[in-house]
């Protein structure tokens, strides 16, 4: 075993570094894109039997080996299934203007990194939010976390405009063409209004929810980004994340925001 690292080493071309770089770079973009989404478990799962596979081959591990290498070979192929619609969002990302600068402004390096973390502004959201619960406006509003939700935003009316309660409320007034859909806040900015989200599939939920509680918490699913609901009917508020859902008294809201959001405020 040290021999083999041992040569291994020495065998080392410039070739190997700048393949060993691209590789590296190719996966973080890979986890980028992912990051936030149940599909990281996936990938991370297919990394790791690749990194057994490689060091069972090493090894010369044979039987062990082949077995590990043909779920690899078909793991490529299940692969492009598995994640067909984080490969057309890369596709689609990758063919608009302006892609390079977006990813380079949101990785983690620190030599990448432009700027520092910006704070979601959550007392405009929650002022918000009791103002449109106290009139019975219907109101669905995402915080974006990992995940930027790109493919979910493609879906609304593209916005990107500063937080403020006058804007929210507006979007959701009654009658309004967005008031429908949902709202996605990124990095402190709303990206996007009037989205479709997944709904949930679960059929055990209290209070026989509508379909914004449940696309509230489809999005939670399917991500780790948090939703706010608004009632129409009830006017109670509600938070869904993590897959779940539960009411939260106006008084308590900002603070169950804080809560919840703590790990990235």
């Known amino acids: 075993m040290v021999p083999l690292i041992i ?9 190997d570094i700048i393949d060993i770089l691209l590789v590296a ?3 973080y973009g890979l986890y980028y894109l992912l990051r936030g989404t149940v599909a990281i478990n ?7 039997v690749f990194m057994m596979w490689k060091v069972v081959t090493a090894l010369q591990m044979e039987l062990l080996g082949d077995i590990l290498g043909a779920f690899v070979s078909v793991g490529f192929i ?3 299934i598995i994640f067909q619609p984080e490969i057309r969002q890369f596709l689609l990302a990758l063919g608009t203007t302006g892609f390079i600068k977006r990813f380079r402004q949101r990785l983690q390096l620190p030599f990448f990194k432009s700027a520092d973390d910006i704070q979601i502004e959550l007392d405009v959201i929650a002022k918000s939010c009791v103002s449109m619960a106290s009139k019975y ?10 995940n930027g939700l790109y493919q979910a935003s493609q879906t609304g009316v593209q916005i990107d405009a500063e937080l403020s309660e006058a804007l929210i409320e507006n979007i959701f007034f009654k009658n309004t063409p ?3 859909g949902a709202m996605i806040i ?5 990206m996007a209004a009037g989205c479709i989200l997944p709904v949930t599939k679960k ?6 929810p509508g379909l914004r509680h449940r696309a509230g918490l489809g999005i939670t699913e399917q991500s780790d980004a948090l939703a706010i609901v608004v009632s129409e009917e009830t006017g109670k508020i509600s938070i869904a994340n993590n897959g779940r859902i539960y009411q939260v008294d106006e008084k308590n809201l900002l603070i169950k925001l804080k809560n919840e959001l703590r790990p990235i405020i």
């Open 42 to 48: 996936i990938f991370m799962g297919i990394v790791a």
């Open 203 to 208: 059929l055990d939920l209290p209070d026989r």
């Open 25 to 27: 770079s190719l996966l």
């Open 78 to 80: 299940a692969l492009i």
């Open 7 to 15: 040569n291994a080493f020495i065998e080392l071309r410039l070739f």
């Open 137 to 146: 406006t219907g109101a669905l509003i995402v915080i974006t976390r990992q």
């Open 186 to 190: 990124s990095q402190n900015r709303i």
């Open 178 to 180: 967005l008031h429908d």
